[in-house]
């Protein structure tokens, strides 16, 4: 329909969001629409009615809270733009209030389960490259989306930190552990010019042909590497992971906040959440009088 792609067309150009935040908002805003079509609708015509029903049907359908959140968000942008272009008199979208991201808290894994699967060994030619790519994603603390975009020249081995460019173009600096630069050092010496073969390129983790590697691909490879070691996984684990662990051994919330890249820190919030979990059930299962 001309009204979604000349939003999507707003949104990346005149509002300047990411490819990803462009895809999300294309993926998220095409369901809504094959939603509203089937109730004998135009997408420029949906009430606030039709956006309830639609969340209550994801919501039925399985679609996790922060994806619901991420629906909301897409669909309230989506009435902005009509607005502005004067499509609509009345928002419908307005006030409308989103889901608790509470209800729903990021898993994380223990730290020996961490150990287990950085530890683990995937066959394959490319395991010093995937085993790297795990370990920095532990180390760093970084999004999927950041850790396949990362350039070689992002890194300064010797000070140990990289540069990140995170959510809304926002560049961060995040410090990286020794065990995760010896892995990527290895991977650069031994198995990235053997992958390249001749050819260049500006990004850390290439694939074989020579681009710069998926997210979906890495999925792949999260995947397998958590069966091989028998954890579940989904690919922000790692991230939580990070987050849990650094609060549980006494980071202050503002430091985690600066390492994820979050602009709010009630986003970061919910690990304190996490981590208060974990010490009610370490009394419970310990106090003689719990």
Request: aromatic content about 8%; proline content about 3%.
């Amino acid at each position: 329909m001309k009204l979604l792609k000349d939003f999507l067309v707003y949104a990346s150009v005149e509002k300047g969001l990411s490819k990803n935040t462009v895809e999300s908002y294309s993926r998220d805003l095409a369901l809504f629409q094959k939603f509203i079509v089937s109730k004998n609708k135009r997408l420029n015509s949906f009430s606030k009615a039709d956006i309830l029903d639609f969340l209550n049907k994801v919501k039925d359908e399985g679609y996790s809270v922060p994806s619901i959140c991420r629906f909301i968000s897409s669909i309230r942008g989506f009435c902005r733009y009509m607005m502005i272009e004067k499509i609509i008199r009345e928002d419908p979208s307005e006030n409308l209030q989103s889901p608790k991201k509470w209800d729903r808290l990021p898993k994380a894994l223990s730290f020996g389960d961490v150990m287990a699967l950085l530890d683990s060994r995937t066959d394959g030619p490319a395991f010093l490259r995937d085993s790297a790519m795990l370990e920095l994603l532990y180390s760093s603390g970084l999004r999927v989306s950041e850790l396949v975009s990362l350039k070689v020249g992002n890194i300064n081995f010797e000070a140990g930190f990289l540069r990140v460019m995170g959510k809304g173009s926002k560049e961060r600096v995040v410090p990286i552990n020794a065990r995760a630069l010896n892995k990527i050092k290895e991977y650069i010496r031994e198995l990235r010019p053997a992958i390249l073969k001749k050819r260049r390129s500006d990004y850390l983790f290439v694939t074989n042909r020579g681009s710069a590697m998926t997210r979906q691909r890495f999925w792949q490879t999260i995947k397998k590497s958590g069966n091989q070691a028998g954890i579940k996984l989904s690919p922000h684990t790692l991230r939580h992971c990070f987050a849990t662990h650094l609060l549980e051994g006494g980071a202050d919330l503002r430091s985690v906040q600066k390492m994820l890249g979050h602009s709010d820190i009630s986003t970061t919030q919910i690990y304190t959440k996490v981590s208060t979990d974990r010490i009610k059930k370490v009394y419970r299962e310990h106090h003689p009088r719990a």
